[in-house]
């Protein structure tokens, strides 16, 4: 089963607006973290925003913020007044807790390819 | 504010070479990385680095990878045997190391793109 779920393969927004990427993931452990990063077209991956599972607030990074609905779980990436330059494919990571302490990967999604329209 | 680095960003070679990628991961961080990323799929992991030894692999880091902390300052991942699809983009990413915890960030490097033919 996949861990993380990225179903959107592509968005369009319009420049100033804001945008929701989604994110669901699947797992057992009490404890894990969230992770938000981006990749532009240059390749690099950029970190934007975490969310811990025993956080009691969403997290927020200037115009990132993390919608984390627990019972669902879903760790949504909302992008407010989006810019040109957030045009980007946007991965979504897991990392698990773990019962004898937390494993080192990160698993990824598929990835969402953000397009921002002037 | 300080990044992880990688070398070279563009490697070719020819099926059945040994290749050498390089990092040199943010100074004061204990825990390194390898992932790849095949063309337009998603970030998989390889192996994670503590301590000067393994402390997880994934089933893609089979005898043909390696991995070394040579010096204080770079961390290198060897590929023993090119195969054709080995070509990929792989990231070197280094972490802080809040003991371990799921919050530890891992910042990953510009990458290297390896090219087998």
């Known amino acids: 089963a996949q861990k993380i779920t990225q179903t959107q393969p592509g968005m369009f927004v319009q420049e100033k607006e804001a945008v929701t990427l989604d994110c669901t993931y699947d797992?057992?452990?009490?404890?894990?973290?969230l992770f938000w990063y981006k990749q532009p077209s240059s390749g690099e991956m950029i970190f934007l925003i975490y969310q811990g599972s025993y956080d009691q607030q969403n997290a927020t990074e200037g115009r990132y913020s993390l919608n984390f609905q627990k019972a669902r779980k879903s760790a949504n990436l909302v992008i407010s007044a989006s810019q040109l330059g957030d045009s980007a494919m946007y991965f979504c990571?897991?990392?698990?807790?773990?019962?004898?302490?937390?494993?080192?990967?990160?698993?990824f999604g598929t990835g969402t390819l953000l397009a921002v329209q002037p | 504010e300080p990044e992880v680095t990688q070398t070279p960003s563009h490697q070719v070679t020819q099926m059945g070479q040994e290749v050498i990628l390089r990092c040199v991961p943010i100074?004061?961080?204990?825990?390194f990385y390898w992932y790849r990323q095949i063309l337009g799929q998603k970030v998989e992991f390889l192996v994670s680095?503590?301590?000067?030894?393994?402390?997880?692999k994934s089933e893609i880091f089979d005898d043909q990878f390696s991995v070394e902390r040579p010096d204080g300052s770079n961390f290198t991942l060897k590929i023993r045997s090119t195969k054709l699809e080995d070509s990929a983009m792989y990231f070197c990413a280094s972490g802080r190391g809040a003991g371990g915890a799921v919050a530890d960030t891992q910042y990953f490097g510009p990458g290297t793109r390896l090219t087998v033919l």
């Open positions: 100074s004061n961080h204990l825990y």
């Open positions: 990571a897991m990392r698990e807790g773990g019962y004898g302490g937390a494993t080192n990967k990160l698993i």
């Open positions: 797992t057992s452990d009490p404890s894990y973290g």
């Open positions: 680095f503590y301590n000067n030894e393994i402390s997880e």
